[in-house]
């Protein structure tokens, strides 16, 4: 099962995705053919490149961390700068959630609001 969660601060009054998590293998199926896993890789690969290329974070304003062995995709920002990219942020959280309701046995969703 692949575990994601999201996690919620507030700036001005607004709940903002200030990071998240996605840890495990989904189990749909074998390992290079898994979709269910290609597809949340890709939402959160997709998420770094806006972060980074588009909305071009400096480096010390993101945290990210991959470890293959796990597997363990884990990026965080830092919670002023959540607003200028709140588009973004929500497209991919939506998307990880309907993933989640779709394939409900292979990606679970964690919410944690600071």
């Known amino acids: ?3 994601i969660t999201l996690f ?3 700036s001005r009054g607004e709940k903002e995705l200030i990071g998240l998590e996605s840890k495990g293998h989904s189990g749909f199926s074998i390992e290079g053919e898994d979709v269910v896993c290609a597809a949340v890789s890709s939402l959160i690969q997709a998420l770094i490149i806006g972060i980074r290329d588009v909305a071009q974070f400096p480096d010390e304003d993101i945290v990210c961390k991959i470890d293959n062995s796990v597997p363990l995709i884990r990026v965080k920002w830092k919670n002023e700068r959540a607003s ?5 942020t ?3 959280a939506l998307s990880l959630k309907e993933i989640a309701s779709v394939y409900s ?3 679970c969703i964690w919410e944690v609001y600071s």
């Not at 200028?84 to 973004?88: D, E, F, K, R, V």
């Open 105 to 107: 046995d292979y990606v």
């Open 1 to 3: 099962m692949t575990n």
């Open 8 to 10: 919620w601060g507030e």
């Open 90 to 92: 929500q497209t991919i």
């Open 84 to 88: 200028g990219i709140t588009l973004l």
